[in-house]
């Protein structure tokens, strides 16, 4: 059974920098896409970005392009997202989740959180 964990977030100021990490493991790991998701406190979970895990290909949320950045190593079976410019409306619980057929995510990984202090 693949196991999904998150690493990297905490406190940081706006317009600062951070970068998640999430490892899976498992016996086998080749999921069709992963995708990075948040939820702040009293919303719904959103999907930020997605990244296929042979092509490479991505594609991020409206409210994330052009600061936000999804990368995989396969080796390591690791997927990353890369946070700029961070805003005080970034804070939230960020899951990463992986999916074996397009557009669904079976697998989730316990949050790690993110403050974007003002």
């Known amino acids: 059974q693949v196991k999904l964990v998150e690493s990297g977030g905490g406190l940081v100021q706006a317009g600062g920098s951070l970068r998640l990490s999430c490892a899976a493991s498992?016996?086998?790991?080749?999921?069709?896409?992963m995708g990075w998701f948040r939820q702040a406190p009293g919303m719904e979970r959103k999907l930020l970005a997605i990244?296929?895990?042979?092509?490479?290909?991505?594609n991020y949320a409206d409210s994330v392009k052009g600061r936000f950045t999804i990368s995989r190593d396969n080796a390591e079976n690791t997927v990353y997202l890369q946070m700029n410019s961070l805003k005080p409306d970034d804070t939230a619980v960020y899951y990463c989740?992986?999916?074996?057929?397009?557009?669904?995510?079976?697998?989730w990984g316990q949050g790690t959180q993110v403050t974007v202090s003002s």
């Open positions: 990244i296929n895990w042979n092509s490479g290909s991505t």
């Open positions: 498992g016996r086998t790991f080749s999921p069709y896409s």
């Open positions: 989740a992986a999916g074996q057929v397009a557009g669904h995510f079976g697998t």
